[in-house]
DNA sequence: TATAAACAATGACGTAACGTCATAGTCAAG
DNA sequence: CTTGACTATGACGTTACGTCATTGTTTATA
């Protein structure tokens, strides 16, 4: 059985030994065991393990959850590589988009009769809007959704990201439209099942989730300062119409 | 003349507006002018060069270089649009080596008897090596070639990273065996002819600065102590030995 | 066996690039 | 005029290590 200590380890994988004490000391990557010398010692396991640490940093995602995820019971590696791989696809499609904006800007400079819209100068650069996706998926959502919605979005374009977002406006503003109806109502059910429709856009919900969610939006100040932006106490009213969808739906299922 | 202030601009480049506050205040990105509000506008040339700061940032450059690069006079925006498309296509090779090891991976994990070397975990994975090329280069070389070496090692596996590092390393050895004989002797001349041609794998090197590198490796300590590691004075040698060797190339010349 | 170099540990301050929030002035529409 | 959106500056906080100091441990060589 091969074991290593922190030199070797961080050669090969081309770490910091100061990266692997960090990750001992946060809890994220222990050793196998510790020398009475006070020797780290790591085994197949822990480069296993090591190796996920790098593909979910790769695709920047904070170490505070990447510790959660990976020390999980459960935790099923074969999948979490499957999901690197799609992400990390996703990720070598948005570079090509950035390298059809250097030619196209290469192009406009070179040519004056080939002007660019400004928004065109940036398009496939995505840092800000995944960031701010991931605060609004938080502000919207199940917090437990975050980490779910945030692989299902990050290859979104912006048009597409605020196609997305308007989409969710759209049906708040239409709920808001049938404050002081009857939430269980066939106008407001038929706005909440777009609703739910529209979830599947960040994460499978199921009845159960969607009722945990109304409770969340009556509950929560953010969620109820969202809404509130779109109609008095909308929060509540959304959260009865699911309540009565969320429990017909469970009968269909 | 299209104008924006920093909401505007940042909501089209994707960034914040912290962001764009941030890169004002350390001189990065100054806007086209205040309004007597004190608002920033910015227009065109701005967005370009956002833009730029932008490419810079997705391939990771530090913003302090930045700056400097993209204010010198004489800044190409057109070279230097091409060469963030050689280095986005270049991650994109590596990204693509990163999904093979995971590819690799997968398999191993199902079937047990497709055993993976441990190496073989990592593969793809660069950034603590670009970071050691970084500090490496940047301990033996002159520091305006810095920026240029990354670029061009950027793409190197780490066998490839290895090998290089010890032809440096085997080359300085030569130079120490050599210590006490004359510089301009016909083996210290052969060996620092190698010297500069192995700079080659670094940057385009001429006989001026090849005597500038000389003068920095006798008189900046982290090169004397990178070259005493070989043998006394070692840096004082390779600098004589380099006069001369440059005098004869520029006479070349 | 002694020594020196390489490897290891812990501790702690510092860094880069913003993020977050507080406070207050400015602008535009109703 | 009022209100909400936009703007400014200031300042503390965050994340993931980097850097360095100090000291113990291991290994190879003379």
Same sequence: chains 1, 2.
């Avoid at 081309?14 to 010398?37: M, Q």
């Avoid at 975050?146 to 979005?153: I, N, P, R």
């Amino acid at each position: 059985m091969k074991e290593y200590t922190v030199k070797k380890l961080a050669a090969i994988a081309g770490v910091s030994v100061r990266t692997l004490h960090h990750y001992d000391k946060t809890g994220i990557l222990r050793p196998f065991k510790r020398t009475d010398a006070g020797y780290r010692v790591y085994r197949e396991k822990e480069l296993l393990k090591l190796q996920q640490i790098m593909f979910y940093r790769e695709l920047e995602m904070p170490l505070n959850r990447v510790k959660v995820i990976i020390n999980k019971a459960g935790f099923d590696m074969v999948k979490a590589l499957e999901n690197h791989k799609k992400c990390l696809t996703e990720r070598n499609q948005r570079t090509k988009v950035l390298i059809r904006t250097i030619d196209k800007t290469i192009k406009s400079l070179k040519e004056k009769n080939a002007m660019l819209k400004d928004e065109e100068l940036y398009e496939g650069f995505s840092k800000e809007e995944i960031k701010a996706i991931k605060k609004e998926v938080k502000e919207k959502y199940d917090p437990k959704m975050v980490k779910e919605s945030y692989q299902k979005v990050a290859g979104l374009s912006k048009p597409q990201y605020d196609s997305l977002m308007k989409e969710g406006e759209d049906i708040a503003k239409e709920m808001a439209l049938l404050l002081g109806s009857d939430p269980a109502g066939e106008k407001a059910q038929k706005v909440i099942a777009k609703h739910y429709k529209y979830l599947h856009n960040f994460y499978k919900p199921n009845p159960e989730m969607y009722k945990g969610l109304g409770d969340l939006y009556a509950s929560d100040e953010r969620f109820r300062a969202y809404y509130e932006k779109f109609g008095k106490n909308l929060a509540d009213f959304m959260k009865d119409a699911i309540y009565v969808f969320a429990g017909a739906k469970k009968g269909d299922k």
